[in-house]
């Protein structure tokens, strides 16, 4: 089992940046993807990036393609989420999220969850 | 991109009810459907992953089912512990992408 603690979340202006980091422990963090999840305020889930176990693949959500970039140090056991040009529509909680890998068949849901940073763009 | 439409938005239920939730995905998603629980202020729970199958520690009253483009969650009876929203979430393809989810609320 992996624990995740997501950390950075903070107040930025709209056309700013912000740096995420997401740590891991107990378990062998370069066997995992990441994804990175956010919740605005009072709305749902959306998904937003995912990075691959050795970093060779990355994919991102329309929202957010082009302005943020996903990165890893598997020998810091991170994985980061830079963010350009933010705007107000980008405020959430940000989740780092992950599962164990697919095998025989099966690919799970995301089980593991840290507990969220807030991120906050306004002026 | 995958579209996922979850409904009803909520879903008002009292303890011992059936209910169901449906997901309905814009193309096949070859039942790579998952589950999840979110209660305020915590992170969503995983309950169900490739469509059907229960997650280790989650209760058997949770049921999932499904194919192609239309999957339900079922609870059948509803316990105090259950009042929560619920997420499906497709990761077929990318961009992965969750429905809006499901509030279950107490009559």
């Known amino acids: 089992e992996l624990h995740l603690l997501e950390s950075g979340g903070n107040l930025v202006q709209p056309g700013g940046s912000l740096s995420l980091s997401c740590a891991a422990s107990?378990?062998?963090?370069?066997?995992?993807?990441i994804s990175w999840v956010r919740q605005a305020p009072g709305k749902g889930l959306e998904w937003v990036s995912i990075?691959?176990?050795?970093?060779?693949?990355?994919h991102f959500a329309d929202s957010v393609k082009g302005r943020f970039t996903i990165s890893r140090d598997n020998s810091e056991d991170t994985v980061y989420l830079q963010m350009n040009s933010l705007r107000a529509e980008d405020t959430a909680i940000y989740y780092c999220?992950?599962?164990?890998?697919?095998?025989?068949?099966?690919?799970?849901?995301?089980?593991?969850w840290g507990q969220g940073t807030l991120v906050t763009v306004s002026s | 991109d995958i579209q996922m439409t979850q409904s009803p938005f909520t879903l008002s239920a009292s303890v011992g009810d059936r209910v169901t939730i449906t997901c309905r995905a814009s193309?096949?998603?070859?039942?790579?459907l998952a589950w999840y629980q979110q209660k305020p202020g915590k992170a969503p729970k995983v309950l169900i992953y490739?469509?059907?199958n229960l997650e280790s520690g989650v209760p058997s009253r949770f049921r999932g089912s499904g194919s192609g483009t239309e999957f339900t969650l079922t609870i059948s009876s509803l316990q105090p512990d259950d009042f929560a929203t619920y997420y499906c979430?497709?990761?077929?393809?990318?961009?992965?992408?969750f429905g809006q989810g499901t509030k279950v609320e107490i009559k």
């Open positions: 999220a992950t599962r164990e890998k697919c095998g025989n068949g099966v690919c799970y849901g995301l089980q593991y």
């Open positions: 107990g378990s062998t963090f370069s066997e995992y993807d």
């Open positions: 990075i691959s176990n050795t970093g060779d693949t990355r």
């Open positions: 193309q096949s998603i070859n039942s790579w």
């Open positions: 490739k469509t059907s």
């Open positions: 979430h497709q990761y077929n393809s990318y961009p992965w992408a």
